[in-house]
């Protein structure tokens, strides 16, 4: 599975726990740290737990396994690491206080 795909398993999991501004980026060109980050944020800490569980489990079920997550019981941003595509999932006055969109604003949005 290429990280398009991937990428919007990820988004429509996220989809369904209602995550707000929700972004796919290729990165391929910019960074060797992954092929996409895919950023998304919600409300509350337990929301987040939900939007991150879900995605794990998705793409789970469609071979991507889980390299290394991090933040999942602090919560106000929690970083998933599948090995290529990595989804940062934000409390949204964390998103916008680290402002990682801005970080990689050269990065294709990919949907």
């Not at 390299?67 to 409390?91: A, N, P």
Request: glycine letters at 6%.
């Amino acid at each position: 599975m290429d990280f398009v795909e991937a990428g919007k398993l990820a988004k429509m999991a996220l989809e369904d726990k209602k995550a707000e501004s929700i972004k796919i980026l290729d990165l391929r060109n910019l960074s060797s740290v992954a092929d996409c980050f895919v950023i998304a944020s919600g409300s509350n800490i337990n929301q987040l737990r939900a939007m991150a569980d879900n995605v794990e489990e998705k793409l789970f079920e469609n071979g991507v396994r889980l390299h290394h997550s991090e933040g999942y019981h602090t919560g106000e941003w929690i970083l998933l690491d599948f090995s290529g595509i990595v989804v940062h999932l934000f409390i949204k006055d964390k998103r916008e206080f680290y402002n990682i969109d801005r970080v990689w604003a050269d990065a294709e949005n990919v949907v």
